[in-house]
């Protein structure tokens, strides 16, 4: 398959994450989260997330985020999110199966949720008719590459626990927005009051797994009973464990997202004054959102592999990732310079 930007799911395995699951082979080890990987990786999240973050390795990302929603509700309960949510989109009722709460979504300008968003869904509090109002799950960055602010963060976290509820962050990509507002995990998440985190590495350079990270200490109560009853205990653990030492270490976590980010900058300059792109959104992760004339994107397709974001709209979404080359982003623009100068000769 041509390296293309189809989603930051589609590259390699950063070598540093090789060469620590091969360390991790050479000797037996006990399962189930018991080895000593698991135990220092432990302190690893402690370090990067505060004294209080418990974390539990998990297979995917569905599977941290239906566990960190599973621990901070019952079935009763709502989880407020935005339309355009990977929990809402991309995971197949997931979260509604296996939680049993509603997910009660905003229409929202980019991707972002504010106070004022939410508070069209807080209503019927306390009536018994009504799934009650329970989470508020972000993703940093959001599914259409925006980023919250440290302060907007803050602000949003300061009107969920007002209303009594908690908040939750999709972090599958939360290396890209650390690097981008350069700040660190802690900042972004303990600081400003997050409850729980699905924080993810595949995007960025692991091979497989993610983590569930508890910030809130009352959501520890029986989530290791929880994650085997939802199929993400691995039962050998230090493979997933390696992985994210390797990634914490010599801040390799920093230097993949710092080169993919860049990477969508130089994509981002190399496709917008193409006369009939428009870009979307911002730029402000890894990830590029374009509206162009649909006879130009679907025969760019049948070079290069990326996702139709909005066919609607004629939005694509263009991904970088850590081992995308300034090469990969000059053939992909002159290809698309072509495609157009083909289209505009065949009117």
């Known amino acids: 398959m041509k390296r293309g930007f189809g989603s930051d799911n589609h590259s390699g395995v950063s070598p540093e994450v090789l060469e620590a699951l091969k360390a991790a ?7 189930y989260g018991d080895d000593e990987i698991t135990t220092e990786l432990t302190q690893l999240f402690k370090q990067q997330f505060g004294p209080q973050a418990e974390v539990f390795p998990v297979f995917n990302g569905t599977g941290a985020n239906v566990l960190c929603l599973d621990s901070m509700m019952r079935s009763h309960h709502a989880v407020v999110c935005a339309e355009t949510a990977h929990i809402n989109v991309d995971e197949c009722g997931a979260p509604q199966r296996l939680t049993g709460a509603r997910l009660l979504t905003v229409a929202t300008p980019d991707g972002k949720l504010t106070p004022e968003l939410i508070k069209q869904h807080l209503h019927g509090i306390g009536f018994q008719h009504h799934s009650q109002p329970r989470v508020v799950s972000i993703a940093q960055p959001t599914e259409l590459g925006t980023l919250y602010s440290l302060q907007e963060l803050k ?181 698309l310079k072509r495609v157009f100068d083909e289209c505009n000769s065949a009117k």
């Open 155 to 335: 602000t949003l976290s300061d009107f969920v626990h007002a209303n009594n509820m908690l908040l939750h962050i999709d972090g599958a990509r939360l290396a890209n927005a650390a690097v981008a507002l350069g700040c660190t995990f802690r900042q972004m998440t303990t600081d400003i009051g997050a409850d729980a985190v699905s924080f993810g590495g595949t995007k960025n350079g692991l091979m497989m797994g993610e983590s569930v990270v508890l910030l809130n200490p009352m959501l520890n109560e029986d989530f290791l009973y929880r994650r085997k009853q939802a199929m993400q205990l691995c039962s050998k653990m230090r493979f997933v464990s390696a992985q994210f030492k390797a990634y914490f270490n010599h801040d390799l976590w920093r230097r993949n997202a710092q080169h993919s980010n860049a990477m969508a900058q130089m994509l981002f300059n190399a496709v917008k004054d193409i006369p009939g792109v428009e870009i979307v959104y911002p730029v402000q992760a890894n990830a590029v959102f374009a509206r162009l004339p649909r006879k130009v994107w679907t025969k760019l397709q049948e070079h290069y592999f990326f996702y139709d974001w909005d066919e609607a709209k004629d939005e694509v979404r263009w991904m970088c990732s850590f081992d995308t080359t300034e090469d990969d982003i000059l053939a992909f623009s002159d290809c």
């Open 25 to 31: 082979n050479n000797e037996h080890a006990l399962a």
